[in-house]
């Protein structure tokens, strides 16, 4: 029959395992990774320190500290906003907010703000409502869809001034969606419907105007032509009578031989004299 091991034996080695897990939890409590990406604020017994952790190994202060870690690569939220316009009208926005920490101010992040989600709601959403109410209080409801690249421009500089108050970069905004109310979109509709009809009536007029205008010109020259013709059948009935008072002076025993006047064979030739004398 095995002896048992003596009660202080099993103790030691009961408190050598104790010791070795102990050791083993101080050695994995005493420095923290910081990912790519990332960056930490270490709190020692609940009080951040100065200094953030950056990527990479850092030795921390086991069981007393704790280690927050944020992520500050560029971050997307979508944030309503609401609003009126210079003209009173209710305007209903929602926009896409791209930005990141700033990873050398994130100790005073951690200080005054805590945790990321908490960050986004009591800083960011309510800085972009009141960035929107100064973009589209500049412009009445009409100019914020005519000018919506002009409203976003506004919108960003006027979020950029105040989120970087509190340690955070805007990278960029994108206007989603813009709403009115159903009365404003009506009224819109109708007056874009009046608009169309009333260039199309210029239209009509104009084309009018210069159709009247290509009769009258069309007209003027048919008379001018005619006017000419006329002339031009007086002038040759003239010079018909001429000839035929010399023939007949020619007959009645004149010594000198008349010309006559001929005309073309084609209508609308040009007449010539023909002198009878060299005919002879």
Do not use: C
């Not at 030795?59 to 971050?75: H, R």
């Not at 906003?81 to 926009?95: C, H, I, P, V």
């Not at 404003?184 to 260039?199: N, T």
Request: charged content about 25%; cysteine-free; aromatic content about 4%.
């Amino acid at each position: 029959m095995r002896n048992a091991q003596p009660p202080v034996q099993n103790l030691s080695a009961l408190i050598g395992g104790v010791v070795i897990a102990f050791a083993i939890l101080l050695a994995l409590s005493s420095f923290v990774i910081i990912n790519p990406g990332q960056a930490g604020v270490i709190s020692i017994l609940g009080k951040a320190r100065d200094g953030a952790l950056l990527e990479g190994i850092h030795i921390k202060p086991p069981l007393i500290s704790a280690v927050d870690v944020y992520d500050v690569t560029v971050q997307k939220f979508e944030v309503p906003a609401q609003s009126s316009t210079r003209d009173l009208q209710d305007l209903n926005g929602r926009f896409a907010i791209n930005f990141r920490l700033d990873p050398a101010k994130i100790v005073n992040i951690r200080r005054t703000q805590g945790t990321l989600s908490n960050l986004v709601a009591k800083i960011v959403a309510p800085q972009t409502q009141e960035a929107f109410k100064i973009a589209a209080a500049r412009r009445t409801a009409e100019e914020s869809i005519t000018e919506r690249a002009a409203l976003k421009e506004d919108f960003d500089i006027a979020l950029t001034d105040r989120l970087q108050n509190y340690d955070i970069i805007v990278l960029d905004t994108s206007v989603i969606d813009l709403n009115f109310s159903k009365e404003f979109a009506k009224a819109v509709e109708e007056k874009q419907i009046a608009e169309q009809q009333a260039r199309r009536a210029v239209y009509v007029a104009q084309q009018a105007e210069q159709e009247a205008q290509a009769d009258i010109n069309r007209a003027r020259g048919k008379a001018e032509a005619q006017k000419l013709l006329a002339e031009t059948l007086k002038a040759q009935g003239g010079e018909l009578v001429l000839q035929k008072e010399a023939i007949q002076a020619w007959r009645d025993g004149g010594s000198q031989m008349p010309k006559v006047l001929v005309m073309g064979e084609k209508s609308g030739s040009l007449p010539f004299l023909l002198n009878l004398d060299d005919m002879n």
